[in-house]
Every structure is written in C-alpha cells, then in structure tokens.
C-alpha cells in the first residue's frame, strides 16, 4: 500500500546517500503516495572495497559498456551491481525453503515462473467467467499441448511469446522519479504568483513530454508509464500518457536524468528544511537550465 503520509518513500534524496524516512516527516502535498510501500535503504553502504581483475573479450566489454550507459552508471559500478544481485540470487536459491529469505518487494522470476503464475491468473478469471476473448484462443492452446506433450523442442519458445524482457527495480524507480519530480515542479510553479507566466519559461520544459517508443528502454518504460497511469497511479499525466500516447519523436531519458541530477538535491534540501513543500523560484530555474534548448 502507499505511504499514508503521501511520501514517496526514500525519494527527494541527493546523492549523500542518506535516506529520510516517511514517518519523521509532516503531511506533503505534492510527493507521491503513487510508489509501492518499500523498504529503502541506502544507495550506498560503507564497506571495505577490494579490486579484483578479471579479462573479457571486446565484445563482451562493449555490451557491459552499452548497459552500464543505458543505467547511466559507471563501468565498474554496473558489474559490481550485477555480481551482488547474482550473488543475492545464488543465497535465495540456497535456502532452507522456510520463505524467511525470500525478498517480496523485489522477487527473481524466471520466464517459466512468470509464465506459470500468468497462467494461475487466468485460471482465477474462467473460473469467475471474467476471461476475455483476448486472452483465450482455442486453437492456440491444443498448438500448445501438441508441442509441449511430442517434446518439439524448437517450438518450446511459442510457449513465452508474450514473456517479455522484464524491467528492472532501478528502471521502475527510474521511471517513478521521473513521474515525482514533475509533479513537484508543476505544484511549485503554480504556487508562485502568475504561475508560469511568472517565470518567463515555456511550461512544456517543466512538463512530462513521454518516453521513445523506438529506443530499447525508453519503449518498456513507455509501456510501465502507461501502466502506473492506467491504474491510478500519477493520473495527473493521464492527458500525455494516455490521450496523446506518451511518445516522444526523440530520446528523452537523458534529458531526464540531467534534470533529475539536480532537482534531487534541491529537493532533498527542501524535505530536510521541512518549511515548505515546493521549490522555490531560482530552484525550479536550476532544475530546467539543465533542458536542451530546441529552439534552434
């Protein structure tokens, strides 16, 4: 459930790595109560640090390079994080099966569990006579146990067609950070006195304007910002996000990310401060100086 408070939990942190909690914190306004209730911890833990050298071929390098970008960390940043969520995932499967090491906020699910747990969702709904047409086709299914009952291997990957590439915590946040900060910047600006106009600035610049649907991360992000909208979550971009689609004729995640790197610690300022909960003029001007001008 949300925070009752309407905190996103852990947001409006800087990169300090220091995490306010929901509970300490007054009734604010224009933070969401949209994120799922977590436990955050912080991004980063003192700990002794050791280096270790390990060889990789160019091509390998070069695709760990491309994700590192795309998750807008560093190199050695990216592949310490995907050798700890490894390891978590090796302590999980290690268990003793008493559920006490089980992560529920953030489960590991394979492409035959996700497909299996699809399938124990659509047995709920014929059983109450809610399955849709959709979701249903009657030559599909005897296909299907055709194949999977003579073992034609090569045909196994029917099975998972509508499995697709699932999006990660970091992508999620990513996208509920995104969904945050224009809100806290749309509630700021109409505080002011003449609202926009006051500033002198083109609303759209301090405004959601969607996602890429040709770019491989912006595309699944798209889809989840169309979710999160859908199930009343963040309904004040319903107008971009549904009516018009929420797609945008370019890459928009590194602007983003760049107004992002310095809305988080202005805000962060703000929620510690605790005197108001809106930026005020000259921070909302820091936040959309960092947005490419396209005015040509």
Known sequence: MPCDNGLSPGFGVGCTGTHIRTKDLPLMTHVSADRPAQGYLPREEACMVTTVTI?????????????????????????????AENMQFEVREGADGDGSDLD???????????????????LILAAKGDLGEAYYNKDDEV??????????????????????????QAECELV???????????????ALDGGWQHLGVDERYGTFRGFDGNHPLESRMLGYARYLVKHDRWTEQADVVLEEGGVSPTE?????????????????????????????????????????DERG
């Open 55 to 83: 060889r990789l071929d160019e091509e390998l390098r070069d695709r760990i390079a491309e994700a590192a970008r795309l998750h807008d960390v560093t190199l050695s940043r990216y592949i310490r994080d995907q050798l």
């Open 143 to 168: 296909q299907a146990i055709q194949i999977l009952e003579s073992g034609f291997v090569g045909d196994y990957s029917a099975e998972f067609a509508g499995i697709v590439t699932p999006m990660s």
């Open 176 to 190: 509920w950070d995104i969904f945050d900060m224009f809100r806290v910047i749309g509630a700021s600006a109409r």
């Open 252 to 292: 928009m995640v590194p602007t983003y990310r760049s107004m992002l790197r310095a809305f988080k610690p202005l805000w962060s300022q703000v929620v510690r401060d605790g005197t108001r909960w809106h930026l005020s003029e000259e921070q909302i001007r820091q936040v959309l100086e960092t947005v490419p």
């Open 104 to 122: 529920v906020d953030n489960p590991d699910l394979s492409p035959f569990e996700r497909r299996m747990l699809v399938q124990a969702h659509r």
